[in-house]
């Protein structure tokens, strides 16, 4: 059966004329956005910044190491005598020091270069004025690395050197921190042996007997100031001679 072909109902003119309209509009705004139109929009989150650096290696910082058995030798590890040193005396009995650091509010005095250890010309006539000395048996470091005058790493032969001692005073702290040194020295670079030695002959625990030790021995040395003790005592004195003289105490 044949189907009579309809033919659709003309729009009126108003109608017709928005419709071209609508269709004008709608390809303007499609070529205004061009490709990017049919591309669904998508979030794309910022890449992470990759800073690169070059490496250096850190290398340690050189010390002077004593030649003795490996059982003597113990990791270094200079405290303040006020950081709790009574309990970590017996673990760390490196902390061998002078007096806490003040500072000095008088003007750097002016002073003939003279040459030695350091860069500090006092400091080095202070170190050539001490009678037993040994040249090159320690290494001098000027440096406010601790809370005190001076401290004596005794593990690693540094005496360090605060830079705010006074020129009246620098004697009496170089010669006790050699002091240190010294009393070890004597024994073939055995702390142990030797803090033992000095708390049985001194008194004392920990460091008590070192310090002691060194203030006498500095005394004999002409110091003239000393943080510890005055050493009164004959016996002690006559034991700081025997470590002065390179002798173990009896």
Same mark, same amino acid.
């Given at each position: 059966?044949?189907?009579? #072909?309809?033919?659709?109902?003309?729009?009126?003119?108003?109608?017709?004329?928005?419709?071209?309209?609508?269709?004008?509009?709608?390809?303007?705004?499609?070529?205004?956005?061009?490709?990017?139109?049919?591309?669904?929009?998508?979030? /794309?989150?910022?890449?992470?910044?990759?800073? /690169?650096?070059?490496?250096?290696?850190?290398?340690?910082?050189?010390?002077?190491?004593?030649?003795?058995?490996?059982?003597?030798?113990?990791?270094?590890?200079?405290?303040? #005598?006020?950081?709790? =040193?009574?309990?970590?005396?017996?673990?760390?009995?490196?902390?061998?020091?002078?007096?806490?650091?003040?500072?000095?509010?008088?003007?750097?005095?002016?002073?003939?270069?003279?040459? @030695?250890?350091?860069?500090? &010309?006092?400091?080095?006539?202070?170190?050539?004025?001490?009678?037993?000395?040994? %040249?090159?048996?320690?290494?001098?470091?000027?440096?406010?690395?601790?809370?005190?005058?001076?401290?004596?790493?005794?593990?690693?032969?540094?005496?360090?050197?605060?830079? &705010?001692?006074? %020129?009246?005073?620098?004697?009496?702290?170089?010669?006790?921190?050699?002091?240190?040194?010294?009393?070890?020295?004597?024994?073939?670079?055995?702390?142990?042996?030797?803090?033992?030695?000095?708390?049985?002959?001194?008194? @004392?625990?920990?460091?008590?007997?070192?310090?002691?030790?060194?203030?006498?021995?500095?005394?004999? /040395? @002409?110091?003239?100031?000393?943080?510890?003790?005055?050493? =009164?005592?004959?016996?002690?004195?006559?034991?700081?001679?025997?470590?002065?003289?390179?002798?173990?105490?009896?």
């Amino acid at each position: 059966m044949n189907a009579a #072909r309809r033919t659709p109902p003309l729009l009126p003119l108003p109608l017709l004329v928005v419709g071209l309209a609508l269709v004008v509009a709608g390809l303007r705004a499609g070529h205004a956005v061009g490709p990017a139109a049919a591309t669904p929009l998508a979030y /794309q989150p910022p890449a992470p910044a990759v800073t /690169q650096s070059a490496h250096h290696p850190v290398r340690p910082a050189p010390v002077v190491t004593r030649r003795v058995h490996p059982a003597h030798r113990r990791a270094a590890a200079t405290v303040g #005598r006020h950081r709790s =040193s009574e309990a970590r005396a017996a673990v760390h009995p490196v902390a061998t020091t002078t007096a806490p650091r003040r500072p000095d509010p008088r003007p750097p005095a002016t002073h003939v270069f003279v040459s @030695g250890p350091t860069a500090w &010309s006092a400091l080095n006539a202070a170190i050539a004025r001490i009678p037993t000395y040994r %040249t090159g048996a320690a290494r001098w470091v000027v440096s406010t690395k601790y809370d005190f005058w001076g401290t004596a790493d005794w593990y690693h032969d540094v005496l360090y050197v605060d830079p &705010s001692v006074p %020129t009246d005073k620098l004697y009496d702290v170089a010669v006790h921190e050699w002091s240190h040194e010294l009393s070890v020295l004597d024994y073939g670079g055995d702390v142990a042996a030797a803090t033992r030695a000095m708390n049985t002959t001194f008194g @004392g625990n920990g460091l008590t007997g070192p310090e002691r030790a060194a203030d006498c021995m500095s005394i004999l /040395q @002409g110091a003239t100031w000393t943080h510890y003790t005055t050493c =009164s005592d004959a016996k002690w004195r006559a034991a700081a001679s025997r470590l002065i003289a390179g002798r173990t105490l009896l």
